[in-house]
């Protein structure tokens, strides 16, 4: 079983709709979770981050984090084309070492 | 307020050799992490420093191996590069006192090996 599991896609939405990425985790131990957001050729951008169970928003994104279920999830509210990209979560314990997904492909089209 | 550094961009070279990677952290950061991405996958943790010393290791042969120096910059080194040490290779810094810290990679440095 890997450690941080998603979906790898690609998952594709329409231009102004919700976007919705998922995330399981094995390690119980696990403290904090990042959703990082990686375009062709480039390296990983932080989005999001959320350390207790329940939702954070930050403008159109929302991270869910579920600690009972191992779960944690990343919405996109009007989803545009520039939100293309990979989406990459990552979940770390007590020594801040991130482990993380394969990432998921997000296709938006216009 | 400067980001996270990495140097060179890109790099080829072949197998056998030795390379050097480069990192300067992001202000007011004191703790670098390196990692290693293949195509089509997420970064995998090589090792981590803070303090001069290694933090803690991923599972990476002796092979791979790093400095931190007393500015907080990075150095990745490989040696005896195999064809499968191609990848991006990230560098994160964060501000390593605290649990939840959040990491900021650079720009990585595309390594291939012929």
């Known amino acids: 079983q890997k450690e941080v599991e998603q979906n790898s896609g690609p998952l594709s939405v329409p231009e102004g709709a919700i976007a919705s990425l998922n995330c399981t985790y094995s390690?119980?131990?696990?403290?904090?979770f990042f959703w990082y957001r990686q375009y062709s050729g480039k390296s990983p951008e932080l989005i999001m981050s959320i350390y207790s169970n329940g939702d954070k928003e930050d403008g159109r994104f929302t991270a869910q984090l579920n600690k009972a279920s191992q779960y944690v999830s990343l919405l996109i509210r009007d989803s545009q084309p520039s939100d293309s990209a990979t989406y990459l979560c990552?979940?770390?314990?007590?020594?801040?070492?991130?482990?993380f997904g394969a990432g998921t492909i997000l296709r938006v089209k216009s | 307020d400067a980001g996270v550094t990495q140097s060179p961009t890109h790099l080829i070279k072949t197998r056998g050799q030795q390379v050097t990677l480069r990192c300067s952290p992001k202000s007011g950061h004191d703790t670098v992490s390196w990692y290693q991405q293949a195509l089509g996958q997420g970064p995998q943790f090589i090792f981590q420093y803070y303090e001069e010393e290694e933090r803690q290791r991923g599972n990476f042969p002796d092979r791979f191996s790093g400095h931190q120096f007393p500015n907080y910059s990075s150095e990745l080194n490989v040696n005896a590069l195999l064809l499968g040490d191609s990848a991006l290779y990230l560098c994160a810094s964060d501000n390593g006192v605290w649990v939840n810290n959040e990491q900021f990679f650079g720009p990585g440095t595309r390594l291939t090996v012929l």
């Open positions: 990552a979940v770390s314990g007590v020594k801040n070492k991130l482990v």
């Open positions: 390690d119980r131990g696990s403290q904090s």
